[in-house]
């Protein structure tokens, strides 16, 4: 990925860990296409509103999130980046640090495929203690941790009606006015 800090797409992803970081969910939501995809070791396939409402769950959970970016690199169409995240885990109090490798796939200036990496047992590690320690590297209890995340998110949705992403086409113009016309005066 050739000139990566000058390509546009790096301050995408820029723009999408700054949000993060600020716990900013509509800042982040904004930078996937309508039809983008994310998938993590605990939210393994999620939809552009699925993920919506993990990005807003998440920043809303979060309240002592620190977010860093690193080895922000992008081109037209792919990009990459590692990040940490600290944070409290609030069902148990612990503290987390989790270490992140995130893949990204662009589109027309958007990320339409997020992938983030990280390391599923030394997060149960560090969020359920002893416990995590001992049990987290077994495949049952993974899907215990995916299937309890799951019904968070489901629950989430259901209270806070979470739209897929802010939509700049959601009102036509006024007046016959020509779209392009009526973003030029916002």
Request: proline residues 6%; glycine residues 8%.
């Amino acid at each position: 990925m050739a000139d990566a800090a000058a390509h546009p797409n790096s301050g995408l992803i820029r723009r999408f860990y700054d949000a993060l970081g600020r716990r900013d969910a509509p800042a982040m939501i904004a930078c996937y296409a309508p039809d983008a995809t994310f998938s993590d070791p605990v939210f393994p396939a999620l939809d552009a509103a699925g993920a919506a409402a993990m990005w807003s769950m998440l920043c809303a959970r979060g309240k002592d999130l620190a977010v860093v970016a690193s080895d922000i690199e992008a081109g037209a169409s792919t990009g990459r980046a590692h990040w940490v995240a600290t944070y409290t885990y609030s069902a148990t109090g612990r503290r987390v640090e989790n270490h992140i490798d995130a893949a990204f796939a662009f589109r027309d200036g958007l990320i339409v495929h997020h992938v983030d990496r990280f390391d599923l047992w030394r997060w149960l590690r560090q969020a359920l203690g002893v416990k995590g320690a001992l049990f987290g590297w077994l495949p049952p209890v993974q899907r215990t941790v995916r299937a309890q995340a799951a019904k968070a998110l489901a629950d989430w949705r259901t209270r806070e009606s979470v739209p897929p992403r802010p939509s700049l086409r959601a009102a036509p113009p006024q007046g016959g006015e020509r779209l392009g016309a009526a973003r030029r005066r916002s």
